[in-house]
């Protein structure tokens, strides 16, 4: 079985929470769970698969954490690795920049080797405007909203968990 770390930013706790339930969905330890700040190229080497998570700040911007985590990504050697990408954000309020933060990550880490999973999410049943973080129709990652679609959360975790499993 291929080792999962997962990797979130988040300033408020929601993006942290978000990460323990997916890790639970897919038996990750605790201790395979860890925050942006603390990532390092020995971390990045020891996982086959990165679930990387963030918030959606400001017009549109990462969680403060991953600034210095892309760099470090993109320092690593990420080829053969896995790389599915989850975010949170608040389709009502930010209609026009609802997850970006994934989008960000995703145009970050294009070039580096790796394979993204998890990467065809269904705009079907989410309420936005625009969002950089929709390619080829689907969202490119698992785009959460616990503001003001809390009640879909756990459905949509289980669906991109589903399909994530296909390739692990």
């Given at each position: 079985?291929k080792?999962i770390?997962?990797f979130y930013?988040s300033?408020t706790?929601?993006?942290?929470d978000?990460?323990?339930?997916i890790?639970d969905?897919?038996?990750?330890?605790?201790?395979d769970?860890?925050s942006?700040?603390?990532?390092?190229?020995a971390?990045?080497k020891?996982?086959?698969v990165?679930?990387?998570?963030s918030?959606?700040?400001g017009d549109?911007?990462?969680?403060?954490?991953?600034?210095?985590?892309?760099?470090v990504?993109?320092?690593s050697?990420?080829?053969g690795k896995?790389?599915?990408?989850f975010g949170c954000?608040d389709?009502e309020?930010?209609?026009?920049?609802?997850c970006?933060a994934?989008?960000v990550?995703y145009?970050?880490?294009?070039g580096?080797?790796?394979t993204?999973?998890g990467n065809?999410?269904s705009t079907?049943g989410?309420s936005?405007?625009?969002?950089?973080?929709v390619?080829?129709g689907c969202f490119?990652?698992?785009?959460l909203?616990?503001?003001?679609?809390?009640d879909k959360?756990?459905?949509?975790?289980?669906?991109?968990?589903?399909?994530?499993?296909k390739?692990?």
């Amino acid at each position: 079985m291929k080792k999962i770390g997962i990797f979130y930013g988040s300033s408020t706790g929601t993006c942290e929470d978000l990460a323990n339930r997916i890790a639970d969905k897919l038996g990750v330890s605790a201790q395979d769970v860890h925050s942006a700040d603390k990532l390092t190229e020995a971390m990045v080497k020891e996982y086959d698969v990165l679930l990387l998570g963030s918030s959606t700040w400001g017009d549109g911007d990462m969680q403060d954490d991953w600034y210095d985590g892309v760099k470090v990504l993109k320092a690593s050697d990420l080829s053969g690795k896995l790389v599915a990408l989850f975010g949170c954000g608040d389709s009502e309020s930010y209609c026009d920049t609802f997850c970006d933060a994934i989008g960000v990550l995703y145009e970050d880490l294009k070039g580096t080797g790796c394979t993204f999973i998890g990467n065809k999410v269904s705009t079907d049943g989410y309420s936005y405007s625009s969002s950089i973080s929709v390619v080829d129709g689907c969202f490119v990652g698992l785009a959460l909203d616990e503001v003001n679609e809390s009640d879909k959360t756990d459905e949509r975790i289980d669906a991109w968990v589903a399909e994530l499993q296909k390739s692990l």
